[in-house]
């Protein structure tokens, strides 16, 4: 696709349920990132991929999150026995090696009830 | 720390004014991106600042780079109803994280 493509798009689970996020960025994109956005704030990095390495995971709250790449291209954020604070918008974004800006997705809306 | 601040965090204007939003940096990239958000929906690249002394400009907005103040600012000329939106500045490396400021809303009133 031209862009980069998330789903689900809004996304509603119980606490204590596990959830996955999807991310298929940009065709030819070595680069991923998943970020984290609470409302009214400005996103938040969580964990960076380049090619199905996981370079940077510095920015996952807990060993509750996991990110994975496996094939390079599609990526997974799981979240695991979420919690309310874990409510927020998760955006993935792609870019190219080089001095390209990142390419953001349209995000999914996590609510956890 | 490594921050990214911007002010102010909100601006309210008169279509016809101009008017600048400031971003200051404290990260070790001199690189410098400008977004901008609406309601709902995700970010738009606007800018992208890879050097001291760098000026870009589409349209009614134009952006600059100060690496040695560590400073960047997105100006607007002549607001128009449509810019109303969030605006975030964000410093990064070439393959690295993206490290965002508060962000600015900005309104736009007839």
């Known amino acids: 696709g031209a862009g980069v493509s998330q789903s689900p798009r809004y996304k509603v689970a119980k606490r204590g349920q596990d959830v996955a996020l999807r991310c298929d960025p940009i065709?030819?994109?070595?680069?991923l990132f998943w970020y984290q956005q609470a409302l009214g704030q400005g996103p938040e990095f969580l964990t960076y991929?380049?090619?199905?390495?996981?370079?940077?995971k510095s920015g996952l709250p807990s060993d509750r999150f996991f990110a994975e790449r496996p094939e390079g291209s599609v990526s997974t954020l799981k979240i695991q026995r979420t919690q309310q604070e874990d409510s927020a918008v998760y955006l993935c974004?792609?870019?190219?090696?080089?001095?390209?800006?990142?390419?953001f997705g349209d995000g999914t809306r996590l609510s956890i009830l | 720390e490594l921050k990214v601040e911007q002010n102010p965090l909100f601006l309210s204007m008169q279509e016809g004014k101009n008017y600048t939003i400031y971003c200051n940096y404290s990260t070790t990239s001199d690189r410098l991106y400008w977004y901008r958000q609406d309601p709902g929906k995700s970010l738009e690249s606007l800018f992208v600042?890879?050097?001291?002394?760098a000026v870009k400009q589409e349209g009614r907005l134009m952006a600059s780079l100060d690496t040695k103040a560590r400073l960047s600012t997105l100006h607007i000329t002549a607001a128009v109803h449509d810019l109303s939106a969030t605006y975030f500045c964000a410093s990064g490396g070439r393959t690295d994280k993206l490290i965002f400021g508060t962000g600015t809303r900005l309104q736009v009133f007839p």
């Open positions: 974004a792609s870019s190219l090696v080089e001095d390209q800006p990142q390419h």
């Open positions: 991929f380049q090619n199905e390495a996981q370079l940077d």
């Open positions: 065709s030819g994109h070595v680069s």
């Open positions: 600042l890879l050097s001291n002394g």
